[in-house]
């Protein structure tokens, strides 16, 4: 089992940045290909960012690839997700994922665990 707690969610203007992490405990860390989902008001669970198991391949839909960055610090336990260049559309409930022995998987049906989501919000 593992254990996911996501921070660095808030209030921010359009054009701004914000970067999420994800706190992973209880099992080791890298044995786990990491995701990022969003799920915004009224709308399904969306894919964001996956990253492999010890960050030498990363994953974008296309409508965040070049303003996302995900990446993670196994000797920190932790996954991140750098947002730049922010949109209304962006506003979501923000969730990490994790996938035992995933290589970076883009489907939520192939994670196991999850947090219990941040919440962003993008104002105009």
């Known amino acids: 089992q593992v254990h996911l707690v996501e921070s660095g969610g808030g209030l921010v203007q359009a054009g701004g940045s914000l970067r999420l992490s994800c706190a992973a405990s209880g099992r080791t860390f890298s044995n786990f290909g990491m995701g990022w989902f969003r799920q915004a008001p009224g709308k399904d669970r969306e894919f964001v960012a996956a990253i492999s198991r010890f960050g030498s391949s990363t994953y974008y839909p296309d409508s965040v690839k070049g303003r996302f960055t995900i990446s993670r610090d196994n000797a920190k336990n932790t996954v991140y997700l750098h947002m730049n260049s922010l949109t209304p559309e962006d506003t979501a409930v923000y969730y990490c994922?994790?996938?035992?022995?995933?290589?970076?998987?883009?489907?939520?049906?192939?994670?196991?665990?999850w947090g219990q989501g941040t919440q962003v919000t993008v104002s105009s």
């Open positions: 994922a994790a996938d035992l022995y995933g290589s970076g998987n883009t489907h939520g049906y192939e994670y196991d665990h």
